[in-house]
């Protein structure tokens, strides 16, 4: 066995333990209110059970990481499926960092199901090894990514901790508008993280029916003489196509409930790799989770944060906005470090210059800036709490956007990472 089937062996040994991390954590919380003991002894003992169970899952992880990178000859972070398990694995990492310091076993409850869907999400990406191009080729790669995922990460775990306090703190019996206003945006929230599962649902269904559909993309390409040339490029689609390519042919497709030919075309304006193919991954990642909330409201019956706000009493909510507040913190100047001044360095090496106005560049410094500005508007005007919570939950938003929709739309230097 290679190294790199070794670490592919590992990496589904840490999801695992992932998972069972993650419901140990739910027995500690949720538990308590059926323990027949002393319910502080149940959480702390379950709690110390999920805690070892996450860190042996991070071990796991961070074999996979080290294997193939021995294995490959090259740092495991220049292709999308990469550098998500390396997100997922930076999660893991901020997150016993946080907990060893706090000792918070919701915090589990929240980061490790943030950590399970990362990692399924970059299961659905092609996990060869893929050769360095010339740009990915440096040092200077290896910092720039590992320390602006890092600092994602805890900002993602700053994100888990803004959106559990507002659980907490969120009366959902409430009828006035102002507390129908905060119960609608923190349902919207949970129902984004379902959008995201459902995504990965309807990739491994697809994937596991055999389902394909091809086409053939025109692209017009001007060169540097200004002289324009036509270019035809093939597009494979593992979902159905409600949105072709734009100006494709299709060239095969499987029926799926009677439909035989893609509904719409994507727009002309997002020109960003395979954007087509991306867009209808959004639209079904939208179905897909919105089947799996309608199926969980029927189920319980009721709103899912009306479900989880109970399992938050006897939680202080100042302990979970300070959580929130210093995993931000600590993120910060990691996040200022890898994603702008190790990019610099790594541009100016790569392309010849420190700042061209690249999309994921133009997008890692608004999430700086939108970073700097949680961090003055907490220490300088005193905004804790709430604000602070939806200051922190929508940030993470800004990451996501600069790691998924910045590809969508945009085409750049960086789009190799949509690939």
């Not at 993309?217 to 593992?238: C, H, L, N, P, R």
């Not at 909330?293 to 979970?320: F, Q, S």
Request: some cysteine; aromatic content about 16%; overall charge neutral.
């Amino acid at each position: 066995m290679s190294l790199v089937d070794f670490s592919s062996d590992s990496f589904i040994v840490a999801f695992f333990l992932y998972c069972f991390a993650f419901l140990f954590y739910v027995i500690a919380i949720a538990g308590k209110k059926w323990s027949n003991r002393d319910p502080e002894a149940h959480e702390k003992k379950w709690g110390r059970v999920a805690f070892v169970t996450s860190t042996l899952g991070l071990l796991g992880h961070l074999t996979f990481f080290f294997t193939r990178w021995i294995g490959s000859g090259q740092i495991p972070t220049s292709n999308m499926y990469e550098f998500i398990t390396f997100l997922g694995m930076a999660i893991m990492i901020a997150f016993t960092i946080v907990y060893a310091i706090y000792k918070k076993p919701l915090l589990g409850m929240f980061a490790l199901p943030l950590t399970v869907i990362v990692v399924a999400y970059a299961a659905v990406f092609p996990q060869e090894v893929q050769p360095l191009i010339p740009a990915l080729d440096s040092i200077w790669l290896k910092v720039h990514v590992t320390t602006a995922a890092l600092g994602e990460a805890f900002f993602a775990v700053g994100f888990a901790a803004g959106l559990m306090y507002l659980l907490r703190v969120v009366d959902f019996k409430q009828t006035s508008k102002e507390a129908k206003r905060s119960q609608f945006w923190v349902e919207f929230s949970l129902y984004t993280l379902i959008i995201v599962i459902g995504f990965v649902v309807a990739v491994f269904a697809f994937r596991g029916m055999g389902y394909e559909a091809n086409f053939i993309q025109e692209k017009s390409v001007i060169d540097s003489k200004g002289t324009e040339a036509t270019t035809q490029e093939a597009v494979e689609y593992t979902l159905p196509p409600i949105f072709k390519p734009y100006n494709s042919q299709t060239e095969s497709m499987d029926t799926f409930l009677g439909m035989d030919k893609p509904l719409f075309e994507a727009p002309s304006w997002m020109n960003g790799v395979n954007a087509g193919r991306k867009l209808n991954t959004v639209i079904w990642s939208i179905i897909a989770g919105s089947i799996i909330y309608g199926l969980l409201r029927l189920l319980l019956r009721k709103r899912l944060g009306a479900v989880i706000h109970p399992l938050m009493d006897g939680i202080d909510p100042e302990d979970l906005d300070e959580i929130s507040y210093r995993s931000i913190a600590i993120g910060f100047p990691i996040f200022t470090l890898g994603a702008l001044i190790f990019a610099m360095i790594w541009a100016e090496k790569a392309w010849g210059r420190f700042w061209g106005w690249d999309p994921k560049e133009v997008w890692a410094l608004i999430s700086w800036l939108y970073y700097s500005a949680y961090l003055h508007f907490r220490l300088s005007r005193g905004w804790q709490g709430t604000r602070s919570s939806w200051l922190a939950v929508i940030g993470f938003v800004v990451i996501l956007f600069t790691l998924v929709g910045v590809n969508l739309i945009i085409a750049g230097l960086h789009s190799y990472a949509g690939v």
